[in-house]
């Protein structure tokens, strides 16, 4: 195993994560901004172990961020999910590479985070909004049914679909600009409404 993880080695790792994940943090799904060093790129260690430097243990992070995940429980569940999900994700992607020396032209070039931020958009879309000037279907959606609801549209189009990936995505798109709001219902569970402007 890798014991440090060197600048070669980050340019190694850089695309492939950056596809995987697309280049946002982890953590709080915003850009990187090269001026402000707080806001710099680094390659966060999914299980703490920064001598293990497989990129399935690495995603990025703002110097912030990844500093701030120490004193935050829930990051570090996030974490560790998300490391289980790369572990997978990983067997799955060199199936694809060899399965794609035949045909080169599919799956491989798709980006998959974009498809689950264009799947949620879409799903959200569809059902609060409605569709080609139809009105909407539904109210308000369970968050965990339309995250699997996501994943499962992913996976039709990569082979893997994750439902962390997909909630991260809806996350995204209930963020305070956005088109959609995430709330609590009684008995505590999350739901997914149309944004009042
Ligand atoms: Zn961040």
């Given at each position: ?13 850089f695309?492939?994560?950056k596809?995987?994940?697309g280049d946002i943090c982890f953590f709080c799904l915003m850009m990187f901004v090269n001026e402000v060093s707080k806001w710099n790129r680094t390659y966060h ?14 995603v990025f992070a703002h110097e912030e961020c990844n500093r701030l ?106 963020a ?22």
């Open positions: 195993m890798v014991k440090k993880l060197t600048q070669k080695l980050k340019r190694v790792y695309p492939i994560i596809k995987r994940d260690h999914l299980n703490k172990n920064t001598e293990d430097n497989r990129p399935e243990n690495l995940c120490e004193d935050k429980p829930d990051w570090q569940i996030l974490s560790k999910e998300k490391l289980l999900d790369n572990e997978k994700y990983h067997q799955y992607a060199e199936e694809i590479t060899a399965h794609n020396d035949e045909d080169k032209e599919t799956n491989v070039e798709i980006d998959t985070n974009e498809l689950y931020l264009k799947f949620a958009k879409e799903i959200l879309t569809d059902k609060l909004v409605g569709k080609g000037g139809n009105p909407s279907v539904e109210e308000s959606l369970n968050f965990k049914d339309t995250a699997n609801d996501v994943a499962y549209m992913v996976k039709e189009v990569v082979g893997h679909g994750s439902s962390i990936t997909a909630s991260r995505a809806l996350d995204l798109e209930c305070s600009l956005a088109d959609f709001e995430k709330y609590k219902e009684q008995g505590g569970k999350w739901r997914i409404k149309k944004r009042k402007k």
